[in-house]
């Protein structure tokens, strides 16, 4: 069996190629962009005030000679025992090299005297190009754009961003058991959550989704699904992955002409995970336990789909935080434990039923357990993935 990494090095190295395209920037959150981003202006443009006071030039007391607004200029320039009553982002007036802030300020008709410490020489100025100048690299191809990044962009002079296409992923539910109406479901029926599941963590993280099925355990209707998926970039399919009579995913899609590319990883949950390639399409055939689903498409599909994305960094990121539990030796696999992290100490859900969805839905991480691990004592430090945004910081 393949290690966790062996096996999402051998799927990321699949991943489709990226294509660019423009976006505005309004429309550009949870996307990744395609080129480095160069400033295409100076920020500040000019010397600006930090504080609202006066823009004082030489020493004190000051004649008040006019304002500057931000927006609005003073026109003039300074002479020495002169000032300009100044705003938060306005610009400083030549020949003033300082801002007296209101607080230290005495004011009498248009005479300003300071009442504390004359303010060092430039103090409270914020310089032009401190933040950036025209032609900066602002940031890095394969950037994840977020608020900050957003505000960035859009500061240096950007409407629109060079992004990769977001690729389509289908998702496809099989087993003679699933209903895809949970309202409507026999008694030998469940609801066919993991697709919903699935496409609701895949529209977390930007992408296009398709469902298809639930599907019923027979060549012939898997056949049929696939062909649904067929312009899809990914396919994800849930179930049938392990080796039951009824557990036809395999066999279905290499009839379909597809080459597998590995099954099974040393990982729990998760093990029957399987990746398969047809032309252009990467599949990844997730076990059909609900947990072992949200396992491996959070260690797996995600960093495919943001690979895809142009993600610079696919891969969640780990951090380390105290257990609250005692944990045993870890086994022959590789562990992700469902675990509540409060902020102090990461706690055990009720269950680790590879099926427990309550449990599932209790857990804010996971911990990660390496195959042989040695026990670990209560309050000692573990490494987890935080579940919130796919994994991603
Ligand atoms: N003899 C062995 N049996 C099993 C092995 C093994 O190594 N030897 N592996 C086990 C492991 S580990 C897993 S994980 C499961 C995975 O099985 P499949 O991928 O074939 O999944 P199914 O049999 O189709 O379903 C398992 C379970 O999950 C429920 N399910 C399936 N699809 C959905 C869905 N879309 N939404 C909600 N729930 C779903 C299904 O009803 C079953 O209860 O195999 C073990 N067996
Ligand atoms: O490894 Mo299976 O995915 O535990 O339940």
Redesign the pocket.
Known sequence: MLTLEEAQSRLLALAPKPETETCAIEASLGRYLAGPLKAARTQPPADLSAMDGYAICGHGPWVLVGESRAGAPFDGALEPGQCVRISTGAHMPSGADRVLIQENAAVELDEVRCTQDMPDAGKHVRRRGFDFADGDRLLDTGTRLGPAQIALAMAGGHAHLGVARRPLVAIL???D??CADPGDCGPDQ??????AMLAAMLAQQGCETRRIG?VA?DMDALAAALRESETADILVT???????D??L?RPALERWGATLDFWKVAI?????LMVATRGKQVIVG?????V??FVTAFLFVLPLVRAAMGAGKPLPSQCRVDSGDHLPEGGSRREFLRAYWDGQVARCVDSQD??ALAALASANCLIDRPAEAASVETGEAVVAFLLENGGIA
Not at 238 to 244: I, K, N, T
Not at 286 to 290: F, R
């Open positions: 539910d099989s087993g058991e699933l469940i609801p066919a959550s993991n697709g639930p355990d849930s179930g049938g992955a392990s080796v039951g009824h557990d995913m729990k949950p998760g093990k029957p997730l076990p059909g336990n609900p072992s689903s590879s099926s």
